[in-house]
């Protein structure tokens, strides 16, 4: 019983201490600053470098025979270009447009050729 009441006492004067150390006349709040982050500068870029170009126009489509050329150029790097084509082909006479480029660029054609689902729930236009 007294060893327990000898440790109860010299853990508490130790807390006590501590909370006196690491006042030293200065009031400190626990807020958890480690993760707070400086407010973002407004980085300018450096002189002489051009900005990056746009992106090219898509290609709109008048006529449907104009897919065919169009979805190749698109498919030309795609490692399976008869899927590819045919996915093309397919969106490009539903949307009549065709995105610039081999990938990517899909939003310049709208909302029919960007949320086209396949049965997979996966993007169906190239």
Do not use: Q
């Not at 006196?20 to 002489?48: C, L």
């Not at 709208?110 to 993007?123: A, D, L, S």
Request: charged fraction near 20%; glycine fraction near 6%; hydrophobic fraction near 35%.
């Amino acid at each position: 019983m007294a060893l327990r009441l000898a440790v109860f006492l010299s853990a508490s004067l130790l807390i006590i201490v501590s909370a006196k150390v690491a006042s030293d006349g200065e009031e400190r709040h626990f807020v958890d600053d480690a993760y707070a982050k400086p407010p973002a500068a407004a980085v300018a870029p450096p002189a002489g470098v051009p900005p990056a170009p746009a992106p090219p126009a898509p290609r709109l489509i008048k006529d449907v025979r104009e897919c065919g050329p169009a979805c190749d150029e698109r498919c030309a790097l795609h490692s399976r270009k008869n899927v590819c084509g045919r996915a093309c082909v397919t969106c490009c006479k539903e949307c009549k447009c065709v995105p610039p480029g081999t990938y990517g660029h899909t939003e310049l054609c709208g909302v029919c050729y960007t949320e086209w689902k396949t049965h997979g729930n996966r993007t169906k236009c190239p």
